[in-house]
């Protein structure tokens, strides 16, 4: 997993509360267990006018105009700006998975569903809870600004405006460790890795018989 430090990206508002799981990723794409290949259809009930399916050439399918994401200004941002209860619905991990993929690093909303939450840091996202009256007052200054960027810190835990505003977020310390350095469970397992082989030697020394 790619370490997360510091970021200064493009915010994306998605002015929606209440996002479950299957509007991030539809059930029709969670025959694949990759990480990969996901960003394509991320949203993809908002973002196509077509019914879309595993395998579709999306390049060539109408696109919803009027969806956030497909407008000019926002192509290529690394934030995503939305409301409460982000990522409520299923546990399907493919969420994060494929909001990763399109490209978002941060998410920052006033509150998100506990397994999604969890399973972005899993992912090396980073999800960010700030005020209801924060993300409001963000959501104004976005659609004000074209080319509106935010600097997140987690070192620092800091969000900074263009403006110079600095907003603190909290984040479990843990979890902050696992992100600064780039380690998801099986890299934490990694670190590991000598006392894993000299306990393996030891059982294959003391139960040969298990191994012959």
Request: aromatic share 12%; charged share 25%.
């Amino acid at each position: 997993m790619q370490a997360f430090t510091q970021l200064t990206g493009l915010v994306a508002p998605l002015d929606r509360a209440n996002v479950d799981t299957d509007a991030i990723i539809p059930k029709q794409f969670l025959k694949s267990i990759k990480r990969s290949g996901f960003g394509p259809n991320a949203f993809d009930e908002w973002r196509y006018l077509d019914r879309g399916e595993p395998g579709m050439d999306n390049s060539s399918r109408p696109l919803n105009k009027d969806f956030v994401l497909n407008q000019e200004r926002y192509q290529g941002a690394r934030v995503l700006l939305t409301r409460e209860n982000f990522g409520c619905g299923s546990s399907r991990e493919h969420a994060p998975w494929a909001l990763e993929d399109y490209g978002f690093k941060v998410i920052i909303a006033s509150s998100f569903a506990d397994i999604f939450f969890n399973n972005c840091f899993k992912n090396g996202m980073l999800p960010i809870v700030l005020s209801a009256e924060i993300v409001d007052a963000l959501f104004k200054q976005v659609v004000a600004n074209e080319g509106y960027a935010l600097n997140v810190d987690l070192a620092a835990q800091t969000v900074t405006t263009p403006g110079g505003e600095v907003y603190p977020f909290e984040i479990d310390a843990f979890r902050k460790h696992c992100l600064l350095n780039g380690l998801d469970d099986i890299g934490l397992t990694m670190q590991q890795q000598d006392k894993i082989k000299a306990f393996e030697a030891r059982h294959r020394q003391s139960q040969p018989w298990l191994f012959a």
